[in-house]
């Protein structure tokens, strides 16, 4: 399966943004070979406004390859549902104000979209509906591959800002994964920024910011973010044997 895995669109109706978003459409739009899937994890309104959520679902439907989506902290539940309707198999109802967890089939592997916002704050939780959720999602899937993903990284990204709002209580996820042999990565956005480490035992491979890149401690630079940075896209090849390669892009 390969994959395009974007993040962080924080659509506003602004031409910033919406110009950002145009063209990771059109970069993926244009490859020679078109990947199974799209995935967006999260922070795709930068409002939670229906209106920015109409233009998501414009922008989104013109890709080429099926598009999926989970919520981030800047989302908000209930126009997310309502305007986009995320679709495949779930927990949790179409409408209403609870996490909002899914999964699709894609190309021999299952997508899991997990839901790790807290309305009205900027940290992360999986929530006991959403754990339960996972957990009896990995067990009916036996033997095929499942690859959780969801908007907040649940590990030190060595950065004291994305740090202090990434996801809290990761332990109760590591322990849930033990065992459970069928998940070969987990997928997150949220840090504006490319990022690989470990969790669990198992690659954490964080999406690159659409809107925006964060700074790094190191780097130089007056502001959080640097917005004039080309987006970026991240792609993830996995293999039946459990093994994925991922590749960073930004774009031109």
Known sequence: ??????????????????ERAARVV???????????????????????????YAEAARLLGTLAAPAFTCPGNHDDRAAY?????????????????????RSH???????????????????G????????????????????????AFHHPPALLHHPYVDSMNLTDADRLANLLKG???????????AHTPAATTFAGRPLLVAPGVVSTLRLPW??????????????????????DGRVTTHFRVVP
């Open 105 to 123: 089939r894609v190309a021999g592997h299952a997508l899991l979209l997990c839901d790790s916002t807290i309305p009205g704050e900027d940290a």
């Open 219 to 240: 780097e130089s630079g007056d502001s959080l973010t640097d917005r004039v940075a080309p987006p970026g896209v991240a792609f993830h090849m996995l293999t039946g």
């Open 26 to 52: 059109a970069y993926l739009n244009g490859l020679s070979r078109q990947p199974d899937a799209v995935l967006v994890t999260g922070d795709i309104a930068d409002h939670g406004a229906p209106e920015e």
């Open 81 to 101: 549902r309502e305007v986009l309707r995320p679709g495949g198999e779930g927990a949790t109802t179409p409408e209403g104000t609870g996490p909002v967890n």
């Open 180 to 190: 459970r042999t069928n998940v070969p990565a987990i997928l997150t956005g949220h």
């Open 125 to 148: 939780l999986l929530g006991d509906e959403t754990l339960d959720w996972l957990a009896r999602t990995l067990d009916e899937l036996g033997d095929t591959p499942a690859i959780p």
């Open 1 to 18: 399966m390969l994959l395009a895995h974007i993040s962080d669109l924080h659509l506003d109706g602004t031409e910033h943004a919406t």
